[in-house]
């Protein structure tokens, strides 16, 4: 994806950002309708594991044709990205076997399992990624746009809003996760492009989406710990909200929210960065 997303918005400078809405936004709509009308596409975990290492693909090559773009060795380059990759690959390998093996399901565990999911590879880290010298020169070489324009698969967060659509999850929950999703994952290409189009004019809105799909997740976490069963819960809504403890979709809160909580941290170093620069 981080490939195609860079072939896709090295387009010329004269051309509207925003046309990629033309054929993003149907395509989403299409995504969220095919699952509203085939529940059990969503419930049989296909779709979660296909975009799930689609998107851990994408990461993985555009960090190495990222650090290809630098003056490291090619010793240096390899340290490197091991050293990233495989913690990485080992954190969604984890995380994925205690999901199905229903360790985050309601219930089943005391303190809840779901918010130290979310919270405590930032808290470890975000500190790494911002004071690291070698990650700074990676962030350096790479376009901008990259670590933007990854982030479109936000879009499949619609899948809350298919859950409210059946009335299988809560709308106090469900709206706010599902509009917050959508609308930054639908903006990531044409925010892309402007980094690309105006250079330094688009660093401004690129900053603006971060700090909004950020506040997304802010909202999102919030309340959903606020409405799931458990010691957390403050709000018991009309429809209990338990089915993001439970396997496919505690993929989202326990592994997709803190990973993109990261990029989110990687892309506003390197727009401040290029800014400073």
Request: avoid cysteine; aromatic fraction near 8%; charge should be positive.
């Amino acid at each position: 994806m981080t490939v195609a997303t860079d072939i896709a918005i090295a387009s010329p400078a004269h051309r509207n950002p925003w046309r990629v809405l033309l054929w993003l936004a149907p395509l989403t709509a299409f995504w969220i309708g095919l699952n509203y009308w085939l529940p059990a596409l969503q419930a049989s975990g296909v779709p979660s594991t296909a975009t799930r290492l689609a998107i851990h693909i994408a990461i993985v090559l555009g960090l190495w044709l990222a650090l290809e773009r630098t003056g490291l060795t090619q010793r240096q380059r390899l340290g490197l990205w091991l050293a990233v990759v495989v913690p990485y690959t080992l954190w969604l390998a984890v995380i994925w076997s205690v999901a199905v093996n229903g360790v985050f399901r309601p219930g089943n565990n005391t303190p809840p399992l779901v918010p130290l999911a979310i919270f405590l590879p930032v808290i470890v880290g975000a500190p790494i990624l911002l004071r690291s010298k070698r990650i700074g020169e990676v962030l350096d070489a790479m376009p901008a746009s990259w670590l933007v324009g990854l982030q479109v698969y936000r879009v499949l967060g619609g899948i809350f809003l298919v859950g409210w659509a059946r009335g299988v999850i809560p709308g106090i929950f469900a709206l706010p996760a599902g509009i917050g999703d959508v609308t930054t994952g639908l903006l990531a290409l044409p925010v892309a492009y402007l980094l690309v189009s105006r250079n330094g004019d688009g660093v401004r809105p690129a900053i603006a989406w971060n700090i909004f799909g950020l506040l997304d997740f802010t909202i999102a976490i919030g309340i959903g710990l606020a409405t799931a069963p458990g010691p957390l819960q403050v709000i018991v809504p009309s429809i209990p909200n338990t089915g993001v403890g439970l396997y496919p979709a505690v993929l989202i809160p326990a592994f997709a929210v803190p990973s993109s909580i990261l990029l989110h941290v990687l892309s506003l170093r390197q727009l401040r960065r290029r800014r400073a620069a």
